[in-house]
């Protein structure tokens, strides 16, 4: 981090991991520890290999602003990673209200007098990171060639694992379908026919009521209507069978 009288700017290396047919980027941090308002432009040597967003602007006082420095992409990677590229970063002292638009490059003239700061960074370019090797260090050895194939594909196995069980599932309900239409038949004609049941009780009881009922108004004797429901009970069971 550099500690200077208007921004603070980290870092002060732009370290850039160089892939193929991929732009890559990295952040500049523009802190303002001043009570008043700071106006910035960046600035390099190589305008067409970086695009940075924004360029210019202006930080509010105890605030900071966030720089993006991407580097286009490369269409292959250079023998020789040392990078003389370089960025310059320039800041001024501007009135409160001042906004990007007001922002011109007569601003950050030396010559005219302004008080300019100025923050030089360095550019390195890195190799791009090698991704970690899916069988350990030293345990190559007494593995044979069907383990090591399992291990290094193990994400394969594991989601065919997951696939297989569903695809089981599935053809499950096929092959039993018929037997399931059975059970579903005889479980319906079995609730039809205790629903009816059900019905013809409801009639018996609905006999045995009134009749109770006749012989407290003084009608047909309690032994009748007793009679009248066993008689009943007994037809229903002979037309159930």
Do not use: W
């Amino acid at each position: 981090m550099a500690n200077r009288e208007l921004l603070e700017i980290e870092p002060l290396e732009l370290k850039f991991h160089l892939e193929l047919k991929k732009s890559v980027s990295c952040s500049l941090q523009l802190s303002n520890k001043t009570q008043g308002y700071v106006a910035f432009k960046v600035k390099t040597t190589n305008p067409k290999k970086y695009c940075v967003r924004p360029n210019t602007g202006v930080v509010a006082p105890l605030s900071t602003c966030t720089v993006i420095v991407t580097m286009q992409t490369l269409k292959e990677i250079p023998a020789d990673l040392n990078c003389r590229d370089k960025f310059l970063v320039q800041s001024i002292v501007v009135n409160a209200g001042l906004t990007v638009k007001d922002i011109t490059a007569e601003m950050f003239n030396k010559e005219s007098g302004n008080a300019v700061e100025d923050c030089r960074l360095k550019v390195l370019h890195l190799s791009a990171p090698q991704p970690p090797s899916p069988v350990p260090e030293g345990s190559e050895e007494g593995l044979s060639p069907r383990n090591s194939l399992s291990e290094s594909n193990g994400s394969s196995a594991a989601s065919d694992f997951l696939t297989t069980p569903r695809i089981l599932k599935d053809k499950e309900p096929r092959e039993k379908s018929s037997d399931e239409m059975s059970i579903i038949s005889n479980l319906a004609s079995a609730k039809n026919r205790a629903e009816q049941e059900n019905i013809e009780l409801r009639k018996e009881l609905e006999l045995l009521r009134r009749a109770v009922t006749s012989k407290q108004s003084g009608g047909f004797s309690f032994l009748f209507a007793l009679i009248i429901c066993f008689m009943g009970i007994l037809v229903g069971y002979i037309l159930r069978k």
